[in-house]
């Protein structure tokens, strides 16, 4: 596998808060009150010898879930899109798929900015992932529940969102770096909330397509989606990522 693995592996890169890195699965233990995975892994987000994820030490290994365990380590990773999206994909294309986990719970886009600690942190695993071989075919990208707060961070997402994208693709030299991001299904002020997926839904520029997570399932918190949602939208995800870019690359 090692040299299919560096020859042709296809990487993308998964970032923005805690419904990309993953809650669906995590409970709340009564015993000590703290939250935990319930270990539940549904048959689309299984391991296959054919998905790799980038660690936290910079190291390819096997992937499974949790992908973000060892990048989002303040609070309890569950299930995320990662995996179901990966073995979607896998079952299209040659070779191996690469996913570089990068998403941090409880993150504003502000904190994303080029200079800080979370976007140059992206950009250096995805560096790292193409050193012995393959290229990055995306970035996924779910974020936006904590823009929802205020008007004036709702209002400056799109713009955000925006130069996000640009800095990206320059400081990783992929002037057409697809990017697929999901308008949010939730938020912390519902009136916020719609000012920030209409953001997401109008950015309009090349190689850059949105998946509306509007209707699927949210846990109690009424912020995190579902296990179950989390692999449909993977699922979407990877439906997404077929049909715009796999065949032009």
């Not at 910079?58 to 309890?76: F, G, M, N, R, V």
């Not at 904190?111 to 050193?131: C, D, F, I, P």
């Not at 998946?211 to 912020?223: F, P, Q, S």
């Amino acid at each position: 596998m090692e040299e299919v693995a560096q020859s042709t592996k296809t990487i993308f890169v998964l970032a923005g808060q805690s419904n990309m890195s993953g809650r669906g699965g995590v409970i709340k233990d009564s015993h000590n009150n703290q939250k935990l995975w319930d270990r539940a892994v549904p048959l689309e987000c299984q391991p296959h010898p054919n998905i790799l994820r980038l660690s936290a030490k910079l190291k390819w290994e096997p992937a499974s879930e949790q992908i973000h365990a060892d990048i989002d380590t303040k609070k309890a990773c569950g299930v995320g899109p990662g995996m179901s999206f990966a073995n979607a994909v896998r079952e299209r294309i040659t070779g191996v798929v690469g996913l570089v986990p990068c998403a941090v719970g409880g993150t504003a886009i502000k904190e994303w900015a080029r200079g800080e600690e979370l976007y140059e942190n992206m950009v250096k695993r995805a560096k790292e992932s193409v050193k012995d071989g393959g290229e990055i075919k995306g970035l996924l990208w779910f974020q936006g529940e904590s823009d929802t707060s205020t008007q004036i961070e709702a209002d400056a997402y799109q713009g955000n969102m925006k130069k996000l994208i640009e800095n990206v693709r320059e400081d990783l030299g992929l002037p057409s770096l697809p990017i697929i991001q999901v308008a949010i299904a939730s938020g912390l002020d519902d009136n916020y909330m719609e000012k920030v997926r209409e953001a997401q839904l109008n950015i309009n520029l090349p190689n850059v397509v949105c998946v509306d997570a509007k209707g699927l399932d949210l846990k109690e918190d009424h912020l995190h989606l579902t296990t179950e949602s989390q692999v449909k939208l993977g699922n979407m995800l990877a439906d997404a990522y077929l049909k715009h870019f796999a065949a032009s690359q």
